[in-house]
């Protein structure tokens, strides 16, 4: 139920035309862990280019600032 929720409301969040922009359109749902970093996830995910990646994650996921909440789930490229 949690994550039904959570997808929600991060879909309610995401303007269509954030995804539109970019190119790969499938996508890895992340669920948030104690400790986690955009950098960190950048380097779990062996992005070559870890600026554009984060500014991607950021983008698709509406983030406004790179602080991130335990448990909330992340659309990652």
């Not at 890895?28 to 870890?50: C, T």
């Not at 500014?55 to 790179?66: C, Q, V």
Request: aromatic share 12%; proline share 3%; hydrophobic share 40%.
């Amino acid at each position: 139920m949690y994550l039904i929720s959570s997808l929600s409301v991060i879909f309610s969040k995401l303007p269509l035309n954030s995804i539109e922009n970019i190119n790969n359109n499938e996508f890895i749902y992340y669920e948030i862990q104690k400790g986690d970093s955009l950098w960190s996830i950048a380097d779990q995910f062996n992005s070559k280019n870890k600026e554009i990646f984060i500014y991607k994650i950021k983008k698709i996921n509406n983030l406004s600032n790179s602080s991130l909440v335990v448990n909330d789930i992340l659309l990652i490229p």
